[in-house]
């Protein structure tokens, strides 16, 4: 299993920018995907997930930084989740990473423990 996340970039605030996250060895349709951001001298956190489909009709959740702002999606066709981030502020820049569930997920979406595989990330930078 491999993820490939790109469309990072530097976007002033206010801006939009879109992520993708290209999977291959697994259906996105049914796995659970996330989007977790690492700022300089913070822990990862939770960005947002879209549940995997047969478990739960596909539902989206965000961490609440993000909520009204930022939206995640799927593209079954093209095996691709997104990252559409509107209105952006200086406190979202950060490395961006999508992950993917592994066999032992119990449902925590927003816990990066459940995730067992990750892309190599994607800097976006929101200048003031």
């Known amino acids: 299993v491999q993820l490939q996340a790109f469309g990072g970039g530097l976007v002033q605030a206010g801006g939009s920018l879109r992520l993708s996250c290209l999977a291959s060895?697994?259906?996105?349709?049914?796995?659970?995907l996330g989007w977790f951001r690492q700022a300089p001298g913070k822990e990862r956190e939770f960005v947002a997930a879209i549940i995997r489909s047969i478990r739960d009709g596909g539902s989206t959740y965000y961490a609440d930084s993000v909520k009204g702002r930022f939206t995640i999606s799927r593209d079954n066709a093209k095996n691709t989740v997104y990252l559409q981030m509107n209105n952006m502020k200086p406190e979202d820049t950060a490395v961006y990473y999508c992950?993917?569930?592994?066999?032992?997920?119990?449902?925590?979406?927003?816990?990066?423990?459940?995730?067992?595989?990750w892309g190599q990330g994607t800097q976006v930078t929101v200048s003031s």
């Open positions: 992950a993917l569930d592994g066999p032992n997920y119990s449902g925590s979406y927003y816990s990066s423990g459940e995730y067992d595989y």
């Open positions: 060895g697994r259906t996105v349709s049914r796995s659970t």
